[in-house]
């Protein structure tokens, strides 16, 4: 398959990648830029756990081609704190115990991170809304929701 | 238990929840190891097969082929993925029917050939080489077909496709007596649901023979030491050449209590000569690896007018696929959750397991006892209906308390049903609801309970010992070394906390060093919510001798005896004057560097080996409306209230429950793990057609502690994790049966099974 050089912009860097036009954007984040920490559950579209986000908007990085997002703003998980100080979202997962094995965890920040840009003071039932994609096999959602909530609020007081 | 806690019993976060919320915690799909390769497993498309021919040449001349393994390859070995044989009082009801490879397919999905390419793509490209001459043989679905004589035979071994045919071993009273002398009796046969556990990470692992011989798998097993020994048997080595590392897991449920693609990891690696890693898409785990066992089951129940149950009897028929794995063990659970729960003075249980050509099954959360129970406490709300009874009265009355056996048959220390069905009937409103109007246009209200015992851990059927390690380091800080699995329960960091609490230290104190069989201590594994009531006796065992060094040491510091001492947030305090005092890391430091010749790493060893087995207690309450057109099921309002004992992290026994209230509505709504019926092919093998719940499916919920610590648990604590979906089930069964009148006795109860019923 040709293969061609690509530019992509990942976490705020550039990065230069030998790329064929199948290859998937999270094959070009686990595999070839070592960001491992965006997930594939499924592979197949079908449950949010490959969220990252482009230009601010969440897509599944399992079904989109890497071609299509060069020198779009791409950000994951591992983009999300800065150096030892962790983003809200992820301050409130810790300590509201929205984590068991973990594997959903980074879909659902990001999406939540899309999510409340766009709507900073959303409702339970809007949250819920919003990561009705994001599929969690531990924890059914309870937790997930209220650190959300309260990241959301914690964001709207002027928390990073 | 009166005395004060400083870390148990607080919701500090979960060990690695840093890790995991910055993306940077390693599961093995994230891991590489230098010059490995990947593997690729060739899966049977027919349900029965004898192969007649395999030629592998094309595929291995393949460029990026480095070993391609088929039958011929593997250990001429029979064994059996489930590691209870190991451990079993009674393993004579464990059969050995399994190979690595095989030469007959007995499944669709059953293991051919494998590969191991440069790529995972090679790989794949490979497995389409490999030609395989397959005489195809009648296949047989269905547990009823394959009983009848003529009907294709799976195992040589096992006549009429029947392994075993057992009786609850440890059955009590006179069955036919107790049905003599009830008023009434309720009888139902039940098909549960074959439900997959789909934890969120595909099943992964790797495999490497060091150039020291010795062989390192990585594999997110919930046994290490139990599928090292089963590895070690199968391959023929010794146990101490094989090192096990167990990673971040993506959620287990059960399912690592089998082994499953390791033997072929192990094969692929042993021929290829390098490093192999093996992944699973979500397709391949769905139809290859174990979902629960499918109980074809009559269950009967006898009460005098007054609602006392006089007997209880249940005749099993065990759809456990092709393979044998768990059926044993866990319909003899499933007998125990079923008789067990109330009291009653008569029961009997049989069972027979059957074979056929559909997917083999395992052990998934709830072990069986998930089945027993939810058809139980299903006939109790039909007795009720019959009686006039309220069917919370009926379990009030019935129900058992502190002194009476378990299920397992232990006397129980503690047991408060009547208090946690009163408390949670109260909270939901339960006899306002019960006599409320049903009728809404088409929709229909309900409301119903189930309440259930499970287990901490599997005495005294099984061998469960526990090992732990604590060693100090010269700042004070301690690792504490165990051999447990964090599965998503929290295990390691409950176990933090109580090494914390028993030593006098803070939580962030506790350096945690498992997940490698190297460099721990034996230990059973995490099977039948066994973990925190096991593990954490064995925890303070070992904090407790190394607390006594400790304090003989810190005693010659301050000039005092150790009884007067006591540690507090990593100082040492001389009782009876608090102004004298040590720091924890002073002791400890002093104890390795001195030139007194008297060098000491502070440290203990601690073991357990339970006597007792206090079973968590739940009673669930579940609102509904089902819309009488469409068949619909809307769950309102779930209530649990659990007795954990002690609550060591509050937030992750809570998010236990709350994820087992998902998965019930799974099971009961949505999950239909459905073959083909002319196939034998699995159909539901996605995530679309495969329907786990998502956030929107989700009802209001609301969980309740009622906590009783129980004397013989560390803090008081017993299991939680396992046991927390089966009153759950029943609970949603129950109110719809109390809302429609349909009684479910077909899993999962989807919308046309509704309009079925309402018919
Ligand atoms: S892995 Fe992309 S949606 Fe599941
Ligand atoms: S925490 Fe395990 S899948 Fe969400």
């Keep these: ?160 | 238990m009166t005395e004060k806690l400083s870390v148990v019993g607080k919701r500090v976060p979960r060990w690695r929840a840093h890790d995991k919320a910055t993306g940077t915690a390693k599961f093995l799909a994230d891991t590489k190891l230098p010059g490995m390769l990947e593997g690729k497993i060739l899966f049977s498309p027919h349900a029965h097969a004898k192969i007649l021919k395999i030629d592998t040449s094309k595929a291995e001349k393949l460029p990026g082929v480095e070993a391609v393994i088929t039958w011929e390859d593997v250990p001429n070995k029979l064994f059996n993925p489930n590691k209870l044989d190991l451990i079993l009082v009674h393993p004579e009801l464990e059969f050995k029917d399994t190979y690595v490879l095989s030469e007959k397919a007995r499944f669709v999905g059953d293991r051919i050939a494998a590969v191991a390419a440069v790529d995972a793509a090679t790989a794949q490209e490979a497995l389409e080489l490999i030609e395989v001459e397959y005489e195809v043989l009648p296949a047989v679905f269905d547990p009823m077909e394959a009983m009848k004589p003529g009907a294709p035979k799976l195992h040589d071994f096992a006549e009429n496709n029947i392994s075993v045919h057992f009786d609850f071993p440890v059955a009590w009273g006179d069955a036919e007596a107790g049905f003599q002398e009830a008023d009434i009796v309720v009888e139902e046969t039940f098909r549960t649901a074959k439900n997959h556990i789909c934890q969120f990470e595909p099943c992964t692992c790797m495999a490497d023979f060091g150039a020291d011989g010795r062989l390192r798998i990585w594999s997110p097993s919930q046994h290490a030491f139990l599928h090292r020994r089963k590895i070690a048997e199968i391959f023929d080595m010794p146990e101490g050449m094989i090192q096990w590392i167990t990673p971040h897991v993506g959620g287990a449920f059960g399912k690592y209590g089998s082994l499953s693609i390791e033997p072929v990891c192990v094969a692929l690696a042993k021929k290829a000569g390098r490093p192999i890693k093996l992944e699973l898409s979500r397709e391949e785990d769905l139809f290859a690896t174990e979902p629960r066992q499918r109980y074809v089951s009559t269950g009967k129940i006898g009460l005098k007018k007054d609602g006392t149950i006089t007997a209880l009897q249940e005749k099993i028929i065990v759809d456990g696929g092709a393979y044998y794995t768990h059926n044993f063990s866990t319909t003899a659970v499933n007998m125990g959750g079923f008789l067990g729960l109330y009291r009653c003075p008569n029961v009997a249980a049989e069972a027979t397991c059957v074979y056929s050509n559909v997917h083999p099954t395992g052990g998934v959360r709830g072990y069986g006892n998930h089945e027993g129970t939810c058809m139980l406490e299903q006939l109790v709300d039909k007795a009720a209906d019959k009686l006039g009874m309220d069917p919370l009265d009926l379990r009030l009355k019935n129900a058992k308390k502190a002194g009476d056996p378990s299920s397992t048959g232990i006397p129980m220390e503690t047991c408060s049903f009547e208090e946690m069905i009163k408390l949670g009937a109260e909270k939901i409103g339960w006899k306002e609801k019960r006599a409320r109007k049903k009728e809404d246009g088409p929709k229909r209200y309900g409301i119903g309970i189930g309440i259930a015992m499970d287990v901490s851990g599997a005495q005294p059927f099984n061998i469960q010992h526990r090992n732990a390690f604590i060693k100090f380091n010269e700042d004070g800080s301690v690792n504490l070394l165990l051999n447990a699995a964090d599965l998503g329960q929290n295990i390691i960091g409950a176990m933090a906390q109580i090494a914390a609490e028993t030593l006098g230290l803070n939580y962030e104190d506790i350096h945690v060093v498992t997940g490698d069989t190297d460099s721990t201590l034996y230990d059973i594994g995490q099977h039948a919510s066994g973990g925190c009531y096991q593990i954490g006796n064995a925890v303070i065992n070992a904090a407790e001798k190394a607390k006594k060094q400790l304090l003989e040491r810190a005693a010659k510091k301050l000039e005092a005896a150790p009884e007067d001492l006591e540690v507090r947030e990593g100082h040492v305090y001389v009782i009876s004057d608090p102004e004298k005092t040590i720091s924890v890391g002073d002791v400890s430091r002093e104890a390795m560097y001195n030139f007194e010749g008297e060098h000491l790493n502070i440290s203990g060893q601690g073991s357990f080996s339970p006597v007792q087995n206090p079973p968590p207690l739940s009673a669930v309450f579940t609102e509904v409306e089902v819309d009488i057109e469409t068949g619909e099921v809307k769950v309102l309002k779930i209530l649990y209230v659990a007795d954990p004992g002690r609550a060591i992290n509050p937030a992750t026994v809570e998010g236990q429950l709350e994820g087992a209230i998902a998965q019930s509505l799974g099971y009961v709504l949505t999950e239909e793990y459905v073959s083909n019926r002319e196939t034998g092919a699995l159909e539901s093998d996605n995530l679309n057609t495969y329907k786990v719940p998502s956030t929107l499916d989700m009802p209001e919920t609301e969980v309740v502690l009622y906590e009783e610590p129980v004397p013989s648990g560390p803090f008081g604590a017993k299991g939680i994790a396992q046991g927390a979906m089966i009153a759950v089930t029943p609970s949603i069964a129950n109110a719809i049966y109390d809302a429609v009148g349909v009684f479910v006795t077909d899993m999962p109860a989807t919308a046309e099974r509704i309009l079925e019923g309402l018919k």
Excluded: W
């Design chain 1, 1 to 160: 398959m040709k293969k061609e050089i690509a530019s992509f912009k990942v976490n705020d860097r550039a990065h230069e990648v030998l790329i064929t036009p199948n290859m998937t954007l999270s094959e070009l984040l686990r595999e070839h830029l070592g960001l491992t920490g965006t997930k594939n559950a499924c592979g197949a579209g079908e449950c949010g756990s490959c969220t990252v986000l482009v230009d601010g908007k969440p897509i599944l990085s399992c079904s989109t081609l890497a071609i299509a997002v060069q020198d779009k703003e791409i950000l994951c998980i591992e983009g999300l704190s800065r150096g030892p100080e962790l983003h809200s979202l992820q301050e409130a997962f810790i300590d509201a115990g929205a984590i068991q094995c973990g594997f959903c965890t980074p879909g659902m920040i990001m999406t939540a991170k899309a999510m409340l840009e766009g709507n900073p003071n959303p409702t339970r039932d809007q949250v819920k809304e919003g990561l009705g994609g994001n599929i969690c096999r531990c924890t059914g959602y309870v937790k997930i929701i209220d650190a959300v909530m309260g990241a959301a609020d914690t964001l709207s007081k002027g928390g990073k």
